[in-house]
């Protein structure tokens, strides 16, 4: 019984607990999902409040980096390149709209690494003069971070040229440090190569941007002195690059093959390209318009009339009753079958405007194929025309002709390449009979010389100083480079000549051009001059000679100090006017206009020669006593110029030559001057002198006029006249 008691004790304890424990069960589970959900809620919150923190943050950032910038630039106003500078107009012309954008991309790269000869290079192979090259790089450097920026070339090689322009936001990094739930504002800020790095944080904006702003003072602290190092080294490290290269002007070509401008180069064989708008080929033959024409006009001739129009036999009955009410019906007949025919036609018409337009299409192609054949044959005539000219010139060249030779020998000296800002121009003239080539080149003038020796940077005043070279130092920097230009060309034209051998001397005139202080007027005029043979070059060590040194050797004339642009004769001018005597000029009032001089008797040449001399000597209040004529090579004429340093008594020669004179008579002269006890002497001919006679020359009081000379004296008295050589030899055969 006591067993039955327990289990029904259980059992009713059982029905009365357990509708509560699983209530509770219940109620528990719900205020855990409860808690969950708040839980969640919580997180998120925070997680949203964070990122508003950090949004808020990078926003922070953003606008003290666009305030940032204006600092920035002003920090770096002092920035400027100023190796180039050297008194130069900037180029007042987009520099993007007038440099092609390849090139442009070129020569920024070319500067950005400092190779400012490499930019000059790529400038002048587009055919710019170096004037113009130097104002565009000029220009370039003093913005270069704009064309940068434009261009969007951003690449270097080296840590702190990478960073030269960028933009801030490339300079400055901020790297975000947020950590754990801490909701306060932290960033490391770095800036370019630079190791020292700032930790920023705090809670309120205002505190964090304060805080920005000293981290980056101390910052920009230490990069400006890095990158103002870097920059000054650089600009110094190029001013020492283009020093070497001009004080190597010599040297540079001595260890560089000379490229001669070959004629078989100017062959054009380009291919072809028309000009004209391309017109593609119809997809349809020419249609036969006389067809449809034709159709047109049968068709017309089908026009209806409100006459012909044919009624019912009932209409005419009912005409009686009622005619209008017939009438009526027949004008509605008539204008449906009228209205029917207008669509007929309308249809034709368009079919015919239709052909007609394709046939125009057609035509026009048409007219484009006989246009394009035009135009092909007119290139291939003009450049078989061309390409003639160049066989001609070829062969002209390889004959020896004197004016293919002059052609080549400047073509080739124009291409040399010189690191010298300066326009080059050459002018070349030969002379086949002697073999002698005078060459005129055109020098730079002090102030087109690169003249800075070093930049220095002033902390104080924030800003670069550009140091020039002092006045000696650049008087002889400049002499130096003039002497090396002189030793240079000779050494090209016979570099040129080793193939074909059509040169035994050359002589070199150095032109300046210039406003003269005094006039204010242009001058152009000889500075220096220098002769010398072939063989007496080459025994010349280029490579361990002085340039200054080496030109005296050669006896080389000119100024102790060139860049006073002291006036010198040249040894031998280029007759520009006619360099072989050919073009005919009025003469002395007793010769008629067509007289050759070298063709007229010798004893009338003599007394010319006299005049000329005494028109010349008389200007400067000189006397010129006349002697008796001669054939003999005695004196001629004795001239006494009263100036005290040039003057003296002068003994003049006359040659009416049609044949090279040889040193005989120029020894012959020199004894003369010896026995008269003159200054000087003049020894002119119609015709010209040999090498030796010019090297026996050198050195001595004697001044020998060619023919191309003589031509110009008369001229600068007012009388014109001419020679031909060629033409006095047939002449005096026949008088013998």
Known sequence: MARRRKAEDALLEFVLTAPFAIAGSIIAEGQRQIDEENRKKAILEQEQRRQEAH???????????????????????????VSLKNNLSKYNKDVSKIVKQNT???????????????????LLLEEY????????????ENSLSEYISREKVTHFVDTIGQYEFEPIEKIIHFRDCIENNKLKQDFIISCGPINPTEYVSAKSSSTFIEKISKALGRLFKIWRKVYLEYHLSRENTIIENITKDINEILLYRLNNDIRPVLF??????????????????????????????????????TKPKEEDIQVPNIYTWLSKINNDFIKNKIHKQYTKELSLWNKKKENIETELNTIRKKNEEYDKYQEYLVALENERNL????????????????KNFENGNKFEIQEFFVNSLELSEYPILKDKTIEISYNKETKIMVANYDLPLLEDIYNIEKISYI????????????????????????????????????????????????IFNGLVSY???????????????????????????????DPKSCFKLLKGIGAAELNSITPINPIRSIDKNDSRFIDAYSVLDTINSGTNLAAIHWKDFENLIREVFEKEFSRYGGDVKITQSSRDGGVDAVAFDPDPIRGGKIVIQAKRYTNVVGVSSVRDLYGTLMNEG?????????????????????????????????????????YDCYINLQEAKKILQEEK
């Open 129 to 140: 003069t170096y004037n113009d090259t130097i104002k565009i790089i000029s220009t370039l």
């Open 55 to 81: 949004d808020n943050k990078i926003k922070i950032i953003n606008d003290y980096l666009d305030n940032l910038q204006n600092y920035y630039n002003s920090q770096n106003k002092c920035l400027e390149f």
């Open 104 to 122: 442009l991309f070129e020569v920024l790269n070319a500067l950005k690494f400092g190779l400012r000869t490499k930019a000059i290079k790529i």
């Open 379 to 394: 290139f291939y005539k003009n450049q078989e025309e061309y390409n003639k000219l160049i066989e001609d010139k070829i």
């Open 459 to 506: 902390s104080t005043r924030e800003e670069f100083k550009t140091e020039t070279l002092k006045p000696k130092i650049a008087t002889n920097y400049y002499n130096n480079i003039i002497y090396q230009i002189c030793l240079r060309t000779l050494y090209e034209i016979f570099e040129l000549d080793k193939t074909y051998n059509f040169v035994d001397a050359i």
């Open 678 to 718: 003159a200054n000087s002497g003049i020894l002119v001919t119609t015709s010209d002198y040999g090498s030796d006679a010019y090297e026996f020359a050198k050195g001595k009081p004697i001044n020998l006029l060619n023919g191309a000379q003589l031509l110009g004296l008369m001229k600068k008295h007012g």
């Open 264 to 301: 078989q180069e100017l062959f054009d064989n380009s291919k072809f390209i028309s000009k004209l708008p391309v017109i593609e080929k119809p997809n349809f033959d020419k249609f036969d318009i006389k067809i449809i024409e034709n159709k047109l006009n049968e068709f017309e001739s």
């Open 515 to 545: 406003n003269e202080k005094s006039s204010g007027k242009h001058r152009t005029d000889c500075i220096c001059s220098i002769q010398t043979t072939k063989k007496e070059f080459r025994t010349l060590d280029l490579r361990n000679i």
